[in-house]
């Protein structure tokens, strides 16, 4: 039983996936004297149909009988807000709903247009509004002066009031109530060694034509001081033995005096914990790296979307290419984890500057970043991109990963009908972007194929297209990726897909050859991804002596080899005999 409930899109019980905000926003209530709770969309069974989750997803909130429910809107599980919303007051009409979050504040004068069981959405930060407008809907009191607050006045029409302020000191925000997160999701944590995300700032200064959080920050940044995320960490250290923290900023390196101070900061505490953060590679240089590995920091993420120059411009991300290679490889050399995150499929994007992405990534392959995330370019509610195309979106055929799929297809009339709601759903469609369908998934394997042979065969790679070859293994592969459930992890079928590629370009004997050596490098591969000390035994019908060598591939035979490999000391020894 609560008074005001909070839902978020939390798929599985982890620390790591919890709402910083709505843990928050629900923290302040309760040191108000108002009972808040959260609920999460894994405590109802989401392998089940769309419309048999959402029926539970709404039982389950009325079984703890709020007054007030606040969905926290993002656009990966936005339809999924609008559909429990729907069925919460088909159940319960007193029920105020309430949606709010980045989606919310993208869409909020729609939202009240189209959805009638809305009755109410908060724009921009609500630290300093969730107590008057929670509190004045509980005591049935007037909220329409609340700072963010869009409603329906009197005769039925949207009015959205002026955002408030942004809160210019965050050590003012309280610490969040870290008891409102489930003993199992918590538990989990320490007995994993897994992570917990702590909010460590807001907001990003620059000005990407595809980013929807300047909508959110008004491009302002901010960070909590050194000592304030210190604390925070010792404390949650303490009162639980967690010791990683995925730092939720956008751009945590902006400051590089901030970041030197915070680094000292947390060297100077004594605690020994790992943790992450993300960055922008011009935000970072060699000297704020290696205050950070000392401090602890394991792994970075960086939006590096197009490895195109022109592209580079046209989004307004202007990160220079060369930079990239340089702070990737030094990371590397660190044994910092580098997670390169790249977009494809812009509306303004060509082949030319495609294959300029693709060789970026083959660089940074072969620099030691072996973590990558690849997106479909989607269209978000007020970025530029969207006031630019869209009067010209048409639903897409493929969903990006960015966003999720989830009821998509059953509610696929609802959202046609509610395309100002859907933006991320359709796409700027042109001959380009229609080729890229499974870009994401195979990408990678296309590249780390290219880069075994191209070094194996050079003569005959040296001049071929990365796109060229994508297109071509795509087409090779098109029943395996048809008949592929979307969950499949195409990594367990790299090899055969290899072979099927390569029998366009190899005659028998040659095919044999170059498949054989490409399956010992990807077991050589995998064997980092073992445990340490262990062992394995394979056996190829090929000379895979010559292969590490470095012979020539016409010099090289098919011999049966037996390879004996071990992991010790995070690299990997064999021993090669011919049979």
């Known amino acids: 039983m609560c008074d005001v409930l909070f839902v978020v899109p939390s798929k599985v019980p982890s620390a790591y996936q919890e709402c910083s905000g709505s843990l928050l926003l629900a923290t302040i209530l309760r040191e108000s004297g108002i009972n808040a709770d959260i609920y999460r969309f894994y405590e109802a069974d989401m392998s089940k149909s769309f419309g048999d989750f959402v029926n539970e997803t709404a039982e389950n909130i009325c079984r703890r009988n709020p007054r007030v429910v606040s969905f926290y809107c993002r656009c990966d599980y936005f339809l999924a807000d609008i559909k429990i919303a729907e069925r919460l007051k088909q159940i319960n009409k007193d029920t105020v709903v ?48 609340v700072r963010g607050l ?37 538990q989990t944590t320490k007995e994993r060694d897994a992570a917990i995300t702590i909010d460590v700032g807001r907001g990003c200064p620059f000005n990407c034509a595809y980013c929807s959080t300047k909508v959110f920050w008004k491009r302002k940044f901010r960070v909590k001081s050194p000592k304030k995320i210190v604390d925070e960490m010792l404390k949650v250290n303490r009162d639980y033995g967690i010791k990683k923290f995925v730092f939720e900023h956008d751009l945590f390196t902006a400051n590089k005096k901030n970041v030197l101070e915070f680094c000292n900061e947390l060297t100077s505490s004594g605690l020994k914990i790992r943790w992450t953060c993300s960055s922008r590679i011009d935000t970072i240089d060699e000297e704020m790296i290696d205050a950070m ?113 989830f009821g998509v297809e059953e509610n696929y009339d609802f959202i046609c009908e509610h395309k100002r709601l859907f ?67 195409l990594n367990l079928r790299s090899k055969e897909m290899a072979r099927n590629y390569l029998s366009s370009v190899y005659a028998d004997d040659k095919l044999e050859k170059v498949c054989q050596i490409l399956d010992y490098a990807e077991d050589c591969s995998q064997m980092y991804s073992l445990q340490e000390g262990a062992m394995d035994v394979r056996s190829y019908n090929v000379d895979v002596k010559a292969y590490v060598e470095k012979k020539p591939l016409d010099e090289i035979e098919l011999i049966p080899s037996i390879v004996y490999f071990r992991k010790k000391n995070g690299k990997i020894e064999n021993v090669i005999n011919k049979m």
């Not at 080729?435 to 394997?445: A, P, Q, S, W």
Request: proline share 5%; aromatic share 10%; with cysteine.
């Open 98 to 145: 309430v949606f709010g979050g980045p989606q919310a504040t993208a869409s909020c004068t729609e939202i009240l247009e189209e959805l009638p069981f809305v009755d109410y959405c908060c724009s921009g930060e609500g630290e300093t509004t969730v107590v008057p407008l929670f509190g004045g809907l509980l005591r049935g009191e007037d909220v329409t002066s």
């Open 150 to 186: 869009t409603y329906r006045n009197a005769k039925g029409e949207v009015v959205s009031n002026p955002v408030p302020e942004l809160i210019k000191n965050l050590d003012d925000i309280p610490n969040i109530d870290y008891a409102l997160i489930p003993p199992q999701a918590m």
């Open 423 to 489: 933006a991320f759903y359709y796409e700027y469609h042109n001959e380009h972007r229609a080729k890229l369908e499974h870009f994401d998934r195979i990408v990678l394997l296309v590249i780390e194929m290219y880069n075994r042979l191209s070094s194996l065969d050079a003569e005959k790679f040296k001049d071929m297209s990365l796109v060229d070859i994508f297109f071509a293994y795509k087409a090779a592969n098109a029943d395996v990726l048809t008949d592929s459930e979307a969950s499949e992890d």
């Open 293 to 405: 590995v000392a401090a602890g920091c394991t792994e970075i993420y960086f939006g590096i979307e197009t490895g195109s120059p022109r592209m580079q411009e046209i989004i307004h991300k202007k990160i220079r290419i060369p930079d990239v290679v340089r702070i990737c490889k030094y990371l590397a050399g660190k044994k910092i984890k580098v997670i390169a995150s790249f977009m494809y499929g812009f509306p303004e994007e060509t082949e030319e500057d495609l294959e300029l992405t693709m060789r970026l990534v083959l660089e940074l392959v072969r620099s030691g970043v072996n973590r990558f995330q690849f997106h479909l370019c989607t269209i978000l509610p007020g970025t530029e991109y969207f006031e630019k195309y869209k009067n010209e979106l048409v639903f897409a055929k493929s969903v990006s990963n960015i966003v999720s799929d």
